[in-house]
C-alpha cells in the first residue's frame, strides 16, 4: 500500500504526475473544445472538453487527493458547485442550513431553488439540537458553511455528521473559510465538501471556480451526470490557475493563519472596537469545537466598532490605503468589505441581522503583506471615527 502524503507535500504532488506526452510537470492547458477519434466513439478518454478535459482532469485529482476525497469535481463557480448539490434533490425536499450563510447561496437556495418546490430551513447551527428539531421525514439534505460568512460561528462538522447519518441525510460542508489546509470535512463524517475555488484554494484573485469533492461511487455518478448535463464546468485555463494556487495553498495558508491572529489580536484591543468575530478567541462560540476540527484559525475576521452605523462603516472601508476595498476573499492581497451592501445584499435586511449581520459590520480578509502594514492600515482608517 503506498504510503500517504502529508498535507504540505500533497499540495504539489497528490493525484499528479508528470504529463504523459512530453513529461511536462505542470499539466499543460488543453484549450480544445474536441478531441478527434480513430472511430466513432473510439479516443484516448476525452472526446468533448464540456464532459471532460485533461485539465481539468488533473485540477479534480488534485481537489480530491487534497480534501482526503475520492472523487473531485471543477465548476465554473462555487454557485455552480452548490447547483449541482442542489439538482440532486427533488420537489418536495427539504434542506436545513444554517442561518449565518453567504448571500449568494442564500439567494440560490430561495430565488431560484424554492420556486422548483425545495423548502429551506435556516437554523442557528452552533447548536446541533436545533438542526434535529427542523428535520422531518422530507429531510434530504443538511448545508452547513464553518466558519461561516461573515459572522465566524463554527459549526461541530463531526455532530452534525451523526445526526445526518441518523436519518439518512445527505450532509453537504461549504469548506471556502477554512480550506484543507484547517480541515478537512470528509474525515468528520460529511457526504460532500464544498469549495469557492475563486478563494483560498486559487489565491490569486485572478479565477472564478468551484470544487465539490465526494467519496461514495454512486452519488460522485450522479453528481458527475449533473455536472455534464447542466454543463457549468471549469474551463483549461482556469483549471490550471486553480492547480497551480493548490500548489501554494499551504504555505499561503500559513501567512494567512498568522497574520489573521494577529490582526484579531489587534482589533480586539482597540478602544473603538465593540465586537470581534474571529474563531481563534477563547470566549468565541463553540471555540472549543473550532480547537478540535480545524488545524488554526483563519485569516477571515468580522467585526463592529462602538456606536457604529452603515456610515460609520462604509467611512472605513472606503479609507483602507492597503486593504483593497472589493468582493471576495482569499487571494494573497488583504480585502475588505460591507457585508450589508455586498456579499450579503442579497439577503433580507430583517433577515441578515437576527444572525448579527448588521450595517455596522466591516469583513476583513486579511492577506499575506506584513501585518505592521495591515494594522498601520487600519489604525488610519478607524481614526475616521473620530
Same mark, same amino acid.
Given at each position: 500500500m503506498k504510503k500517504p502524503l502529508r498535507f504540505n507535500t500533497n499540495t504539489i504532488h497528490g493525484g499528479q504526475e508528470p504529463? $504523459?506526452?512530453?513529461?511536462?510537470?505542470?499539466?499543460? =492547458?488543453?484549450?480544445? %473544445?474536441?478531441?478527434a477519434q480513430?472511430?466513432? *466513439? *473510439?479516443? $484516448? *478518454?476525452?472526446?468533448? %472538453?464540456?464532459? *471532460? +478535459?485533461?485539465t481539468r482532469h488533473a485540477l479534480e485529482k488534485g481537489l480530491a487527493s487534497i480534501e482526503n476525497g475520492t472523487y473531485g469535481l471543477a465548476f465554473a463557480s462555487? #454557485?455552480?458547485?452548490?447547483?449541482?448539490? =442542489?439538482k440532486l434533490l427533488s420537489p418536495g425536499d427539504e434542506i436545513i442550513s444554517? +442561518?449565518? #450563510?453567504y448571500g449568494g447561496s442564500y439567494r440560490l437556495f430561495r430565488k431560484v431553488f424554492e420556486p422548483f418546490g425545495l423548502h429551506f430551513h435556516f437554523v442557528d447551527m452552533k447548536d446541533t439540537g436545533r438542526i434535529e428539531s427542523a428535520i422531518s421525514e422530507k429531510t434530504k439534505l443538511i448545508w452547513v458553511e464553518t466558519p461561516t460568512n461573515p459572522m465566524m460561528n463554527v459549526i461541530d462538522i463531526r455532530a452534525v455528521a451523526e445526526l445526518a447519518q441518523k436519518h439518512k441525510?445527505?450532509?453537504?460542508?461549504?469548506n471556502t473559510f477554512a480550506t484543507p489546509y484547517i480541515q478537512q470535512p470528509l474525515d468528520l463524517g460529511a457526504d460532500i465538501v464544498m469549495h469557492s475555488a475563486t478563494k483560498y484554494l486559487g489565491g490569486h484573485s485572478d479565477v472564478v471556480a468551484g470544487a465539490l469533492v465526494v467519496r461514495d461511487p454512486d452519488l460522485a455518478d450522479r453528481l458527475y451526470f449533473i455536472q455534464n448535463a447542466s454543463g457549468a464546468v471549469c474551463g483549461p485555463m482556469d483549471s490550471y490557475l486553480v492547480l497551480r494556487g493548490i500548489k501554494t495553498l499551504h504555505v499561503r495558508m500559513q501567512r494567512h493563519c498568522e497574520n489573521g491572529a494577529e490582526i484579531a489580536r489587534y482589533l480586539r484591543s482597540h478602544p473603538a472596537m465593540e465586537k470581534v468575530y474571529w474563531p481563534g478567541f477563547e470566549d468565541h462560540p463553540n471555540h472549543e469545537v473550532a480547537k478540535e476540527q480545524m488545524n488554526d484559525f483563519g485569516g477571515m475576521i468580522s467585526f463592529v466598532p462602538k456606536g457604529a452605523n452603515y456610515a460609520d462603516a462604509v467611512r472605513i472601508v472606503e479609507s483602507l490605503k492597503v486593504f483593497t476595498l472589493a468582493e471576495s476573499l482569499g487571494g494573497v492581497e488583504s480585502l475588505a468589505g460591507h457585508p450589508a451592501s455586498m456579499t450579503h445584499a442579497s439577503i433580507p435586511k430583517e433577515e441578515r441581522e437576527k444572525s448579527g449581520v448588521t450595517d455596522a459590520l466591516v469583513r476583513l480578509s486579511v492577506g499575506i503583506e506584513d501585518a505592521r502594514d495591515l494594522i498601520e492600515d487600519l489604525e488610519q482608517a478607524l481614526s475616521s471615527l473620530g
Open positions: 504529463d $504523459k506526452a512530453y513529461g511536462a510537470v505542470m499539466p499543460p =492547458i488543453y484549450q480544445t %473544445s474536441t478531441f480513430t472511430t466513432p *466513439g *473510439g479516443h $484516448k *478518454g476525452f472526446e468533448y %472538453s464540456r464532459s *471532460g +478535459n485533461p462555487g #454557485l455552480a458547485a452548490m447547483d449541482a448539490v =442542489i444554517t +442561518n449565518d #450563510l441525510i445527505l450532509l453537504a460542508v461549504d
